[in-house]
């Protein structure tokens, strides 16, 4: 009989977390930390570089480095030849971010450089509603900033 799976754990094996990787050109990685830090305030956690030379081409320093907005950390990769994300593979990706002030983070993600898809909106089907604004950044990302609808108690 298979065992039940608790928070990622199954057969023995425990996941402790996901941590969504967004892999960029190798010679943006830099630029995309710092738009990540200038559009939505991220801080960095940590980095590691690379120290390998390919022919006589040295790569460029910057191999990830992990950002945390809020609570929630992802890793900023330069994609290079042996990066675990093949060239051309996209998957579709959506980072939501939750605030308190949609215009204001979508004004100042726009500020840094990314762009508004559409207008701000109400939008009932953003999981649970609320304040919507889409915006793609310049490394191609599609990030929604969303503040969600207000709970209301119904009455039984």
Known sequence: MAEEATNGASSGVAISGVLVQVSVPATKAEEAVTFYKAAFGAEEVRRSSCSKRKADQEQPALHCAELKIGGSSFLICGQIEDSTVAKGEVAPVLIRV??????????????????????????????????????????????????????????A
């Open 98 to 155: 939750q605030v308190d002030d949609v215009e204001g983070a979508v004004s100042k993600a726009v500020q840094a450089g990314a762009q508004l898809q559409g207008e701000i909106s109400e939008d009932e089907a953003a999981c649970g509603g609320g304040t919507l604004g889409k915006l793609v950044d310049p490394f191609g990302v599609s990030w929604a900033v969303i503040a969600p609808a207000k709970v209301t108690e119904v009455e």
